[in-house]
């Protein structure tokens, strides 16, 4: 669904340019009390269930979403493996969110065209 297409490409991409935002380790009273991979983890099942409430999908169609998540949380581990078990500042929480957020946008938009 949406692995396979140029706007994810362009999102990995997106990743790759901001991997400076998990470069240093992040200061002890400014972390999340959960690691980079569990926020990862949450914050796009989250948006994956946000999805399949937002719009009125068949099973095989919510099967493909959770199948696409787990891709992206792969690609996600290939590519952040270093800092995967470290816990998130502020900057890193925040980047989270937003690559989060263009995830679900990219869903939206590829459910859009079915």
Known sequence: MIVETDGYI???QYLSEHLHVFAKPPESDSVAPVSVRELFE???SNQIMRVCQQHDLDATTRLDIVREADAILYDLEEVLASVLDRHPNKEQQQFIHEFVGLVKN???TELMKL
């Open 106 to 108: 990219l869903i939206d």
């Open 10 to 12: 362009e999102l990995v």
């Open 42 to 44: 949450t914050q796009l």
